[in-house]
Nanobody, 125 residues
Framework: QVQLVESGGGLVQAGGSLRLSCAASGRAFSQYALGWFRQAPGGEREFVAGITRNGVMTSYAKSVRGRFTISRDNPRNTVYLRMNYLTPEDTAVYYC??????????????????WGQGTQVTVSS
């Protein structure tokens, strides 16, 4: 099992940047693919970005491609989401998640077994 705790959310103006972190505790962090999801008020939880166990492959939602970057530091048991050129449409609670899928980047919510509590990101116009 793995426990996930997100941090780094906050209030930022449109065009600004934030870096989210997700610290993991538990066993074998490097055995999990990791993902970031977000959920806006009244909306569904949607995939934002994901990264394979070894960090070689990444995948992004079309809406964030070119603006967001996911990375991981396995020795530090941490995954990051760098968010640039933020817009009000990026306002949401952002969740970190871990998956046991090993061969690709999982893109569906049901493919992730462990979830953090979320961190709020608010982008003002």
């Amino acid at each position: 099992q793995v426990q996930l705790v997100e941090s780094g959310g906050g209030l930022v103006q449109a065009g600004g940047s934030l870096r989210l972190s997700c610290a993991a505790s538990g066993r074998a962090f490097s055995q999990y693919a990791l993902g970031w999801f977000r959920q806006a008020p009244g909306g569904e939880r949607e995939f934002v970005a994901g990264i394979t166990r070894n960090g070689v492959m990444t995948s992004y939602a079309k809406s964030v491609r070119g603006r967001f970057t996911i990375s991981r530091d396995n020795p530090r048991n941490t995954v990051y989401l760098r968010m640039n050129y933020l817009t009000p449409e990026d306002t949401a609670v952002y969740y970190c998640a871990a998956s046991t899928i090993g061969t690709r980047v999982p893109g569906a919510r049901y493919e992730y077994s462990y979830w953090g509590q979320g961190t709020q990101v608010t982008v003002s116009s």
